[in-house]
C-alpha cells in the first residue's frame, strides 16, 4: 500500500506532499528494472493504477498527472518514457487527464541515479521548462519511477509552480530511503516542523 514518503533530509521543497508505494528494494526494484531496463509497458501501468487507488482516497482529486520527462536525445536511445506509463496508469485510476508535453527537459543532465545529493541539486538547474500556462488553481501530480533525494521532481515542481500550478504532488513508485532508517511523512509537514515554509 502506497504511504507518505520520508522526510527528505532538507526542506522548502516546491513539492508539497510526496507519495510512493514503498522502498526500492524486492519486488518494487524487480519491477522498476523490468520497466525501466526491458520496456515492460504493462508493469508500469499497473503502477501506477496501485499509486492511483491510494491517491483517491488519501489526496483530494488530482486535476492534471505530469511525468518527468527525458531528454529528447535520451528518449530516442531508450525508446520509451517509463514514467509516461506509470502516468498513464495512474490517469486511468483517478480518471482524469495525463499530459507528456506539459514538461520539457532542455539540458541533457547527467544521470542522476550516478550522483550524490548536492550534484543532483546543481545538475537539474535550469533542465526543465514548461510549454505553457497553467490553470492557476491546478492541482498537479508530478510522476517518476523512483525518488531518491528528491531532486528530480522539485526541479519540476518549480517549474510547474511558476506556470501556474496552485500545488504539486510528486508520485513515485519507490524510494531509496530504508524504512528502518526514516519517519515516513508528508513532505510539507517535515518542512513545518523544521521552520521551514513552502
Known sequence: MARA????????????????????EDTLRQAIHALKFRGCRRIGTLLGRLLGQTLRS????????????????????????QS???????????????????????????????????????????????????????????????LTTGSTVDACARVLRQAGARRVWAVTVASRYRREALAWRDARRSAAATGGSR
Request: net charge neutral; aromatic share 6%.
Open 84 to 146: 509516461e506509463w506509470i502516468a498513464a496508469g495512474l490517469a486511468e485510476e483517478l480518471g482524469c487527464p495525463w499530459v507528456g508535453g506539459v514538461l520539457r527537459r532542455t539540458l541533457p543532465t547527467r544521470q542522476q541515479a550516478r550522483l550524490d545529493a548536492a550534484t543532483r541539486v546543481h545538475n537539474l538547474r535550469a533542465a526543465f521548462q514548461c510549454s505553457g500556462q497553467l490553470p492557476e488553481a491546478a492541482c498537479v501530480a508530478v510522476v517518476d519511477d523512483v
Open 58 to 81: 488519501a489526496l483530494e482529486p488530482v486535476e492534471l498527472i505530469v511525468p518527468v520527462p527525458l531528454h529528447p536525445a535520451r528518449q530516442r536511445q531508450r525508446g520509451f518514457n
Open 5 to 24: 514518503a520520508p522526510a527528505l533530509l532538507q526542506h522548502g521543497w516546491a513539492f508539497e506532499r510526496a507519495l510512493v508505494l514503498g522502498p526500492y
